[in-house]
């Protein structure tokens, strides 16, 4: 299917306004089909789980924002797209956070990076360590044992454990 069949089809029970928005959007950032079909779906999901309209959940300030925003389509769709998840997936979201001021509060410092696994899926952290020479190599695993020893990184994988 193409892109204005995607439309077309997916949406003939959507409000003429909701309908309009959506193609404001595609306008804007030329998703493909793929894209469409799952900016449609994500939207139709939001919608239900909030009892409300996907016109609402377009008319979203910073969804609109995104549309008008510097750089290419595809990177304005990327973000666009990622908004959209945060909409979809408050409860995640919530969780991202927690994470995210969980690891500033281990303050490990610019040569120490922990990463979150994508989406909190599959309970992975990736470990980052940057050294000049051997002696701040030394610093950044003592830095890391520390943590360790303190049961920062113990917190944080129970943390993921509960996303």
Do not use: N, Q
């Not at 409000?15 to 493909?32: F, K, N």
């Not at 469409?36 to 969804?63: F, H, K, Q």
């Not at 908004?83 to 979809?88: G, N, Q, S, V």
């Not at 490990?108 to 990736?126: D, F, R």
Request: hydrophobic share 45%; glycine share 6%.
């Amino acid at each position: 299917m193409t892109r204005d069949e995607i439309l077309a089809a997916r949406t003939a029970a959507w409000p003429v306004e909701a309908r309009s928005a959506l193609a404001a959007v595609v306008d804007a950032l030329r998703p493909s089909a793929h894209h469409l079909s799952d900016m449609i779906d994500w939207l139709d999901d939001i919608a239900i789980r909030d009892g409300t309209s996907p016109g609402v959940v377009l008319a979203d300030p910073d969804l609109r924002a995104l549309l008008t925003a510097g750089g290419s389509a595809p990177e304005r769709l990327k973000r666009w797209k990622e908004r959209l998840r945060r909409l979809r997936y408050p409860r995640l979201v919530a969780r991202e956070r927690v994470l995210a001021d969980h690891l500033r509060a281990m303050e490990c410092g610019p040569t120490v990076g922990i990463t979150p696994p994508p989406a909190l899926e599959g309970g992975v952290v990736t470990v980052t360590i940057r050294a000049r020479s051997a002696a701040e190599l030394a610093t950044a695993v003592e830095s890391l044992r520390t943590r360790i020893a303190r049961g920062d990184v113990d917190r944080l994988f129970a943390l993921l454990d509960e996303a």
